[in-house]
């Protein structure tokens, strides 16, 4: 029979997106602090009161938007991360007989739902980007497009949706729809090239798995030692670039 939703074993929905919580603490709030503090700054550190509740808001779309993507890949992925222990023990789709189609397609029409209230009420620019990010965050792991296997793209799509967006997010966040300012641009593409560094160095960990495979990432169409370079020369414009 079908595997219960929420129940509380190791390799039930509830577990895989408790365990994924941490990923947005990490990883995405990080940008959404760092978008807050800019336009706090530009404000002249003035605190109003209803930057508490988009606070709390931008803390829920980052903790939230890991397990919903992540959700996504692991289906996707599952068939190769069989054949590796450490993904195959973080993948509940690796360990489960039958998927019920139905509720894990619920999960995430609620998170995703959820993710896009929660993006309206910071503001109304932020309500149609997360849409945005959602769509771009579902296909890059699902067919038919599967940005993660297209050359230098997966590495964008994933600066996008990570560093760009919680960026955004986190400016946003003090005044809601607030005119957004042009001079921005060089700390938003800094954010994505940052978040790109992220992705590619997390790719050039997995080459051999991947490539042993016949997954397809920037990493294996390019190779092991030009990926190296390509990781080196980003890194350069991270320390030296800062805007």
């Known amino acids: 029979g079908y595997t219960m939703f929420f129940k509380s074993d190791k390799y039930s929905f509830y577990h895989i997106i408790n365990f994924r919580f941490h990923l947005g603490l990490l990883v995405a709030f990080p940008y959404f602090l760092f978008g807050f503090g800019v336009h706090w700054a530009m404000g002249g ?3 109003i009161f209803t930057s508490f509740e988009k606070l709390f808001l931008g803390f829920l779309i980052s903790i939230l938007i890991g397990p919903y993507m992540i959700l996504i890949n692991d289906y996707f992925d599952a068939n190769f991360d069989a054949f590796e222990p450490n993904k195959k023990k973080h993948n509940i789709f690796c360990n489960l007989e039958e998927i019920n189609l139905v509720k894990f397609n619920l999960v995430l029409i609620l998170l995703a739902s959820f993710i896009i209230v929660c993006g309206f009420l910071i503001g109304e620019y932020i309500g149609f ?4 990010i959602l769509i771009l965050g579902a296909f890059y792991s ?4 599967r940005f993660k296997n297209l050359l230098f793209i997966d590495m964008f799509i994933h600066g996008i949706c990570l560093g760009g967006y919680f960026f955004i997010l986190g400016y946003f966040a003090i005044l809601g729809n ?6 921005l641009f060089p700390l938003i593409i800094y954010c994505i090239i940052d978040s790109c560094w992220i992705h ?3 790719a050039i960990h997995d080459f051999k798995i991947d490539k042993n495979f016949s997954q397809r990432s920037t990493a294996t169409i390019l190779g092991i030692n030009h990926s190296f370079k390509l990781l080196e020369l980003i890194s350069i414009f991270l320390i030296f670039f800062f805007p």
């Open 178 to 183: 607030n005119k957004f300012l042009y001079s």
């Open 129 to 132: 980007l997360t849409i945005i």
């Open 200 to 202: 590619f160095r997390s």
């Open 142 to 145: 699902s067919p038919p497009i």
């Open 45 to 47: 550190f003035i605190f």
